[in-house]
């Protein structure tokens, strides 16, 4: 099958990669990712994707979008659906079989919403969807990727992510402490 594949980051793409290649599939992949804020984050994945392409002869399409500049407030569905979305448009309208995500890869990302939304999304569009578990290959997209030196996020992409994710933990709790030593010290002047 001749199969696209949505990338969220190069580290989550690594096991499906070979998994799919092994298959005998022919992958490309499309990275479209505007849900990844801040825009550092955005090109540090852009960059270990660039980096993963070029080791692996890897084709790759970036679509026309919005940027990750631009500000995005979704749940994971609305999330999921932006991105299945492109990717299920890209597949039909460039002749492929297929599309897949390597989200499937995560064990932190909800299957089912991903089967619901990229089943949707690929009747509308007339394209198949290969749906495969690869969360058992987790461990091996972690030594995969450490072993080419890719950056490895630390969390989905999206500001709520980031925040569920403890990014800004020190700042809170900077911010919580001088609140309490403020308080404390107010207090005890009397």
Known sequence: MEILVHICCAPCFTYPHRRLVEEGHTVTGLFFNPNIQPASEFRRRLQA????????GLDVIYPEGPS???EW???CRQCYDLRLREAARTASDLGFDGF???LLSSPWQRHALIKKSAGELARRFGVDFHYQDFRQGWQETVR???EMGLYRQKYCGCIRSLWESGYFRGER???RKR???EFEGKGSRG
Not at 49 to 56: D, I, Q, S
Request: aromatic share 4%; charged share 25%; hydrophobic share 35%.
């Open 68 to 70: 990750s500049s631009e």
């Open 179 to 181: 609140l309490l030593e």
């Open 100 to 102: 897949t995500t390597s």
């Open 144 to 146: 995969i990727s450490r």
């Open 173 to 175: 709790e900077a911010a």
């Open 49 to 56: 994707l660039e980096a993963y392409r070029a080791e692996t």
């Open 73 to 75: 407030s979704m749940q």
